[in-house]
């Protein structure tokens, strides 16, 4: 039999198995590839307008989820955006802002974006090198006052990304103080170019990315013990269960369908 003939004989089955590869790579690209992106969450608590000067003291994030964030958008031909999930903020002010200082730490591998392929590739060593680098560090060697009556001020300090230490500053607003607790609340926001930190430059996730924060601090003392990974692993894996219960079986549904559908593909194709 000719290689010519051979083609003349299985065109149909051929076009069957190209037509469901087809279908399986756009199915990928939509549901995979492009689907997904995480959205801000952030609770921000009610406070009254105060100087920063006047807070003494060491104070600290929560790890409320809630009442903290780093979220980030990355433009390019598809946006993407993101949020690190674990990360402690810790100012410490025990003489006047001029001594002050601002600590961040970031868990590099708490990066979520709300799909795991893209949040897999970003953690990798492309990217974030979280195995390599697990943390990215901020320490301020100064705090200035920019804007007073806004509460708008600017921090200078040593960034420690990809293992590299780099000169970095930012601006961020004093919220203010509760008026019925110990909190202090700040945010802000600021750009940087991916590359100018190290980065590959990659045209897929674009050029530069924008990042808005906001942080709750308390004071040290009154900071909840962080929680556990396992416990949170733990919840998931119920959370999990419950999601098959409620449902009735339809994952198991779905599989079946994606069954019958093979099945029916295979039989055509003997059918030829």
Same mark, same amino acid.
């Given at each position: 039999m000719t290689e010519k003939s051979w083609f003349k004989r299985n065109w149909k089955m051929l076009l069957i198995v190209g037509g469901v590869l087809a279908v399986g790579a756009v199915l990928y690209v939509v549901f995979?590839?492009?689907?997904?992106?995480?959205?801000?969450?952030?609770?921000?608590?009610?406070?009254?307008?105060?100087d920063l000067e006047s807070v003494k003291g060491t104070w600290v994030s929560t790890g409320n989820s809630k009442k903290q964030e780093i979220f980030f958008i990355a433009e390019g031909p598809k946006t993407a955006k993101g949020k690190f999930q674990k990360?402690?903020?810790?100012f410490v002010n025990n003489g006047d802002l001029s001594s002050a200082q601002i600590k961040v730490s970031v868990k590099a591998s708490s990066i979520f974006t709300d799909n795991s392929t893209r949040d897999g590739h970003l953690k990798g060593e492309d990217f974030f090198n979280s195995e390599k680098h697990p943390e990215i560090t901020f320490v301020s060697e100064s705090i200035e006052v920019v804007d007073k009556e806004k509460g708008l001020y600017k921090t200078k300090g040593i960034l420690t990304f990809l293992g590299k230490e780099k000169d970095f500053d930012f601006q961020f607003t004093y919220r203010g103080k509760a008026k019925d607790k110990e909190l202090i609340s700040f945010e802000g926001k600021f750009g940087f170019k991916q590359f100018a930190l190290g980065m590959p430059s990659d045209d897929s996730?674009?050029?530069?990315? &924008?990042?808005?924060?906001?942080? /709750?601090l308390v004071?040290?003392? !009154?900071?909840?013990?962080? $929680? %556990? &990974?396992?416990?949170?692993?733990? /919840?998931?894996?119920?959370?999990? !269960?419950?999601?098959?219960? $409620? %449902?009735g079986g339809t994952e198991m549904e779905l599989n079946q369908e994606y069954d019958d559908i093979l099945n029916q593909v295979e039989e055509e194709a003997e059918n030829l």
């Open positions: 995979v590839v492009l689907a997904g992106n995480a959205e801000s969450e952030v609770d921000k608590s009610a406070v009254e307008k105060g990360f402690d903020v810790e996730i674009g050029k530069t990315t &924008d990042v808005t924060f906001y942080v /709750d004071p040290s003392g !009154d900071a909840p013990a962080p $929680e %556990e &990974d396992d416990e949170e692993e733990d /919840d998931w894996e119920d959370e999990e !269960d419950d999601w098959e219960d $409620e %449902e």
